[in-house]
């Protein structure tokens, strides 16, 4: 292998876990806090507050987790039959799936002897045919149901974490002003870092995804405070 | 071009607001609905459940609509500067690259002569090269950050839609026991409805998208309400 650049780590590659971590709590910071704002904005005792906050995080924490976990099995179940569709085709069209192959590969300026030849090999062996027409045919890569499982229910897991941070100072705190204030600032410190390590986990540029952060969580809960006030009048 | 097999549309081709619309309404109709339950649970009036549900609502559509219009613009400039290194790695660690290419074509079967007259013809031009490595290796598919925003914005939008479906019956009705009961049978005909065509908007088996969505709403609003009722005695 030639060298290459010292920076290898093109793909981001931290710990599965710990990123599944990072983007579940990032996402259960929002909402919860935006939607206790909205309740303490229509002048809803802190009690209550915590009740709404908890079944939203319950609630969310289920559609995300089970939703995932369910959805694993669909794609892999999916993966499985385009497969199985993509192997009859090789059989009952090959010319036309040999064509595919040329039209791909044409597309990067493989032309005349080099292109018949790369065909040839490609298609000697049935199985990398299909392999190569699920990943640049139809775009498909070979699913890990059970990784994206995991990484559902991680995720979810860790929606409650996130959830639990604006909704703390509800628990804690018997006004429901001082409540929201300690809150907002908390919701804000835990968006900033949370933003950060999320885009990092996703390949995206950290201090924008701060501020991104920062600037949804702000907006849906000034759109849900002023919402619930002009409401509740 | 040879024939193909008569089915031809592998991707469902189908208008793509209708399908932003249908993913952002199916997934506006779980937590509203969950939320609104939990409340009933907790034996909340009607006039608060509602208010709860509209701040959620709020909330939860610029979480979705504004978080994904700012993800776009960060993936678009993400997939700029993958470019711009890629490209500069084909100048700095050309024969690096060049063995990257050749590795990808080997792993599909394309050996000897074959493999070198591929490699050539793909390294001779630097633009096609560098597309190579995007798709093939970096697996970075480029993206289109206006049709990105547009959707996240019509999903955002699509949740409102979904999320009022479950709260009508608590702005209509005056009991919270009925409402609950309404609103429980409104949300899983719609669930049926758009798990079914989301599944099939996104490709998966629609029968299996239907179940799961309402196994999704029915368990999320389950363990709303009893825990709910449980926090509130």
Same sequence: chains 1, 2.
């Avoid at 919860?32 to 309740?39: I, V």
């Avoid at 192997?87 to 010319?95: G, I, P």
Wanted: charged letters at 20%; glycine letters at 12%.
């Amino acid at each position: 292998m030639p060298p290459g650049p010292p920076h290898e780590e093109k793909h981001f590659a931290q710990n599965e876990v710990v990123r599944d971590l990072v983007i579940g709590a990032a996402d259960g910071l929002t909402v919860p806090f935006a939607l206790a704002a909205g309740l303490a904005g229509a002048a809803v005792a802190n009690p209550l507050i915590v009740t709404a906050g908890l079944a939203e995080i319950a609630a969310a924490c289920i559609a995300m987790g089970l939703g995932g976990y369910l959805a694993a099995r669909s794609e892999a179940d999916h993966y499985a039959s385009e497969r199985r569709r993509e192997e009859e085709e090789t059989v009952e069209y090959e010319d036309r799936e040999r064509w595919e192959v040329a039209a791909i590969l044409h597309r990067y300026g493989v032309r005349g002897d080099a292109l018949r030849l790369a065909v040839d090999s490609i298609c000697a062996d049935k199985r990398r045919w299909v392999d190569f027409m699920m990943r640049f045919e139809l775009d498909l890569k070979e699913p890990e149901p059970q990784r994206a499982r995991r990484s559902a229910v991680t995720a979810g897991a860790a929606y409650v974490a996130g959830g639990l941070v604006p909704l703390a100072p509800y628990m804690l705190m018997p006004g429901t002003g001082g409540a929201l204030a300690v809150s907002g600032l908390l919701t804000a410190c835990a968006l900033t870092g949370f933003g950060w390590l999320k885009a990092r986990a996703t390949g995206l540029p950290p201090l924008r995804g701060a501020v991104n952060a920062l600037a949804v969580g702000a907006l849906a809960g000034a759109a849900a405070y002023l919402g619930a006030r002009l409401i509740a009048g």
